[in-house]
Nanobody
């Protein structure tokens, strides 16, 4: 079982990136899936999450209106479209999943995590 995150890179402020989280060994639409990020010296934070039941989404206030999470069940992939990127979005981005709970996002303690992908936004 594996979660493969990809799509990170270096982009100028105001630019866009699309991150992909592809699962093998899981059927993603059975799980709550989330994107998290961790910048140097900072705690890991939930960025955006999508539920398994009705596709409802959660986004952190810092990314609302700029980032969009979506899933493609046929490709067993969850995406994070990131627009209007800012230098403060620079971080390692991770995807994680967990069976549905009352929380909108997977738990950092009990979720299954993939490896991260680096996003660097230059000013």
């Amino acid at each position: 079982v594996q979660l493969q995150a990809s799509g990170g890179g270096v982009v100028q402020a105001g630019g866009s990136l699309r991150l992909s989280c592809e699962a093998s060994g899981f059927t993603l639409d059975f799980y709550t899936v989330g994107w998290f990020r961790q910048a140097p010296g900072k705690e890991r934070e939930a960025v955006s999450c999508i539920s398994s039941s009705d596709g409802s989404t959660y986004s952190a206030d810092s990314v609302k209106g700029r980032f969009t999470i979506s899933r493609d069940n046929a490709k067993n992939t969850v995406y994070l479209q990131m627009n209007s990127l800012k230098p403060e979005d620079t971080a390692v981005y991770y995807c994680a999943l967990e069976p549905p709970t009352s929380s909108p996002c997977p738990s950092p303690e009990t979720g299954f995590w993939g490896q991260g992908t680096q996003v660097t936004v230059s000013s």
